[in-house]
């Protein structure tokens, strides 16, 4: 089992450029999360999914979208990138609701915007 | 809104000291608090983790306690080795139990 997955490793854009990022879990998981981590700042949810076909926002949703595509896929978008997200983001899924039970991260993307 | 405060953000100790992290909760209707462990440039993962049913739990070097009264749980790592040198985050989910929300994490450093 691969766990968790998120693509790409690292990225570079410019102000007002769109990107989105990646993740899968093949572990069956129900619920995933969008994190952002800046320094000094811990680890802040940005949007999840509880489970398939619901998603809700975090503490820092704004400028951010998101689709869970089926059960394995949760992706991040933003459609028109500021300085501000540059961060590291995690995506985490977890069997049940997460809020409850162990999350299991995925690598980390490295997003810089010039 | 809901609020995890974590103390300290950094800590430095000698091989074999041990070392302790506290964190306070604002929603009193949290009852699952999960401590993750992230390495320098890896991923979190979870260290362990207690519910409000239980006011002590121990695995092997690290335990942790919570105070429901008072809104505030720690970390214990006794006999600290130079590997335990990592950012420790804690964590306390939400009223709905859909989500964590996490302090901002400890700098803990342990030198040979």
């Known amino acids: 089992n691969a766990g968790v997955t998120q693509t790409p490793k690292f990225q570079v854009l410019k102000t007002g450029q769109s990107m989105t990022l990646q993740c899968a879990q093949d572990m069956n998981h129900n619920s995933m999360y969008w994190y952002r981590q800046d320094p000094g700042m811990g680890l802040r949810l940005i949007y999840y999914s509880a489970s398939e076909g619901t998603t809700d926002k975090g503490e820092v949703p704004n400028g951010y979208n998101v689709s869970r595509l089926n059960k394995r896929e949760f992706s991040l978008r933003l459609e028109s990138a500021a300085p501000s997200q540059t961060s590291v983001y995690f995506c985490?899924?977890?069997?049940?609701?997460?809020?409850?039970?162990?999350?299991?991260f995925g690598p980390g993307t490295r997003l810089l915007v010039l | 809104g809901e609020n995890v405060e974590q103390h300290p953000s950094t800590l430095s100790v000698q091989e074999g000291d041990s070392a302790v992290i506290k964190c306070t909760y604002s929603d009193s209707a949290s009852n699952y608090f999960p401590w993750y462990k992230q390495e320098l440039g890896k991923r979190p993962q979870l260290i362990i983790d207690?519910?409000?049913?239980?006011g002590e739990k121990k695995d092997q070097r690290i335990a942790v306690t919570l105070n429901k009264t008072a809104k505030h749980f720690s970390l214990h790592i006794t006999e600290t080795q130079p590997e335990d040198s990592a950012v420790y985050f804690c964590?306390?989910?939400?009223?709905?139990?859909?989500?964590?929300?996490f302090g901002k994490g400890t700098t803990l450093s342990v030198s040979s």
């Open positions: 985490a899924s977890s069997e049940g609701l997460g809020g409850q039970e162990t999350q299991y």
């Open positions: 207690i519910r409000s049913n239980v």
């Open positions: 964590a306390a989910n939400n009223q709905a139990g859909t989500a964590l929300i």
